[in-house]
């Protein structure tokens, strides 16, 4: 599988608690975000997304807030398991334009 | 529903051969996109596809890159010849129509190593 970046921002979580993995975006324009998680030697997989018109959506166990002023995106993982061990990306996407990735976070999940 | 189906999953070649990537889409979806992610970096676009016709190839890095879309269902990105620096891995995504924005679902990736 491919392998995980050593120099990626990493968030090491307890199992059971809560895991918030931050993401800051560059478009003002974008008005479409998502997040993907990528676990090794698959490609990424949709988590949840949410539009410019809201700042938060809620998923089965995750939640993404989106603050326009400050260009900043969120994802909350609640109860955080060994499976959700991955590298988390955020997507932003302005309309008309192609998805623009952040660089990623690696989360580790400690038994 | 079949998601989108990547070929070869991985490719080793020695520096200077040809290798071509294929990518299957979701039937039906208009959009397709290339990505590369190089060395554990970001994900970076090369190119967009809407059926046949290349809407942005902005992001693809040189000459040695060629992307087509026959038909506008399968796409191939061939890379001629091959550079140390194009090892990486290789995703394909695709979406539904328009321009608008929707989800696009990643294939599980071509890791592609040059030696």
């Known amino acids: 599988g491919e392998s995980v970046g050593l120099h990626l921002p990493t968030l090491s979580v307890q199992e059971g608690d809560n895991s918030i993995i931050n993401c800051a975006y560059s478009?003002?324009?974008?008005?479409?975000f998502i997040w993907y998680k990528q676990e090794s030697g698959k490609g990424p997989q949709f988590i949840i997304d949410i539009r410019s018109n809201m700042d938060k959506r809620q998923g089965q166990r995750v939640t993404v807030l989106l603050n326009k002023t400050v260009k900043h995106l969120s994802l909350q993982i609640a109860a955080t398991q060994p499976g959700d061990s991955a590298v988390y990306f955020c997507a932003e996407k302005a309309y008309g334009q192609n998805f623009v990735f952040g660089p990623g976070t690696r989360l580790s999940v400690l038994p | 529903e079949a998601g989108v189906t990547q070929f070869p999953s991985h490719s080793v070649i020695e520096k200077g051969q040809t290798v071509t990537l294929r990518c299957d889409p979701i039937s039906g979806h208009d959009n397709l996109y290339w990505y590369r992610r190089v060395m554990g970096k970001e994900i970076k676009f090369l190119l967009h596809?809407?059926?046949?016709?290349?809407?942005?190839e902005s992001g693809m890095p040189n000459n040695r890159f060629l992307a087509e879309r026959t038909g506008g269902t399968y796409s191939t990105l061939k890379v001629q010849p091959a550079e140390l620096e194009d090892s990486g891995v290789y995703f394909c995504?695709?979406?539904?129509?328009?321009?608008?924005?929707?989800?696009?679902?990643f294939g599980q990736g071509t890791r592609l190593t040059v030696v």
């Open positions: 478009n003002s324009a974008s008005d479409y």
């Open positions: 995504a695709s979406s539904q129509g328009g321009t608008g924005n929707t989800e696009a679902f």
């Open positions: 596809f809407v059926k046949e016709s290349k809407q942005d």
